[in-house]
């Protein structure tokens, strides 16, 4: 049977990195995988939740060098690090996650290996603002299931890139480009499989058609969603069944979770804002909706937290959060 490398990119929310790592060691599944996290702030206390207790145990840490405090490029650096290693696929997911019943894995390898141009298995994610701009038209890494050599081969032409264009159907742009919004102009040092933003140069019509219906402007891509458009031609997308539930908050409508399975039988789910409540630690907040919603998602991390980790794990967290100066939930410095 194939192996499965469970690729995880941790920051700084502590509660959440012990969920999601209690429940991929609770429950288990038939297909071998190992569990590899991306640290994107090295130093950073709170990894001392896993390191510093049994949870650590059998989980490789890979300290970020690329680009700190970043989703995307910590998937792409856990990619190079199991490059010559023998996984046939790679799971990527985040924090604020959780594995739901034992099977999970199973469920989604099964899928996949009924064809061998699967490249990917997840939830595909449509979206349109307030003002009914698409946002979102992909498959997003959030808990999805890679081919890794599929991800090898984009990432090395990723690797390969050395244009400082962005590639739009509409309009392409420079990467001085001064208009809004701005360039990343260090990409060509650090882009990567998840972390392109360059889009694509003369693409098909299928993806021409399929950016326009989530990607508003050049250099506006969520992780992964490059390589969603890129690989349209090439591979084949499956879309996992799922329950993405809204909620609205403060007038907010803001995603709630998704599950992976659907609710009345979820395997895994993706709590939604919960590492963006932390985005304090980071950065001033000027972002209403984070700020307002931030004490309703801290909330539900502890109460999730308490309600699935065990206690033996837990009590390293308040001493972790005196080192990050925080006190009680950490609602102190929101």
């Known amino acids: 049977m194939s192996k499965i490398a469970i690729a995880l990119a ?89 594995a739901c019943q034992n099977g999970w894995l199973d469920w989604y390898y099964n899928y996949m290996a009924k064809d061998e141009k699967i490249g990917m298995a997840g939830f595909f994610w449509r979206e349109v603002d307030s003002r009914g701009v698409p946002h979102h038209y992909n498959i997003n890494p959030s808990a999805t299931l890679y081919r890794k050599d599929m991800l090898l081969q984009y990432h090395k032409e990723c690797r390969e890139n050395n244009s400082g264009t962005f590639w739009h159907p509409l309009a392409d742009r420079d990467e001085k480009d001064g208009k809004e919004p701005p360039m990343d102009v260090n990409i060509k040092e650090v882009a990567g499989v998840f972390s392109e933003t360059r889009g694509i140069k003369d693409p098909s019509p299928r993806q021409r058609e399929e950016i326009l219906s989530g990607v508003p402007y050049a250099a506006w891509f969520e992780p992964g969603a490059w390589l969603y458009y890129r690989a349209l031609d090439d591979w084949k997308h499956l879309r996992m069944p799922v329950d993405h539930v809204y909620i609205y908050f403060k007038g907010y409508r803001t995603p709630e979770a998704t599950y992976y399975g659907g609710r009345a039988g979820v395997k895994f789910i993706h709590y939604w804002g919960g590492t963006r409540a932390w985005d304090h630690l980071k950065h001033p907040v000027g972002d209403y909706f984070v700020k307002s919603c931030s004490p309703m998602w801290l909330d539900r991390e502890h109460m999730i937290w308490e309600q699935t980790v065990p206690e033996k794990f837990r009590k390293i967290v308040p001493e972790i959060y005196k080192e990050m100066g925080l006190e009680g939930m950490g609602y102190d410095e929101s």
């Not at 995307?72 to 690090?81: Q, V």
Request: aromatic share 8%; charged share 25%; proline share 2%.
């Open 10 to 98: 941790h920051g700084h929310a502590t509660k959440w990195l012990q969920v999601v790592i209690h429940s991929l060691k609770a429950m288990k599944n038939d297909v071998q995988a190992d569990i590899f996290v991306a640290h994107t702030w090295p130093g950073h206390p709170s990894i001392k939740a896993i390191t510093e207790t049994e949870l650590g145990e059998g989980v490789t840490v890979i300290d970020c060098q690329k680009r700190m405090t970043s989703h995307a490029t910590a998937l792409d650096e856990i990619l190079e690090y199991i490059e010559d290693k023998d996984y046939d696929y790679m799971f990527a997911t985040e924090t604020d996650c959780r």
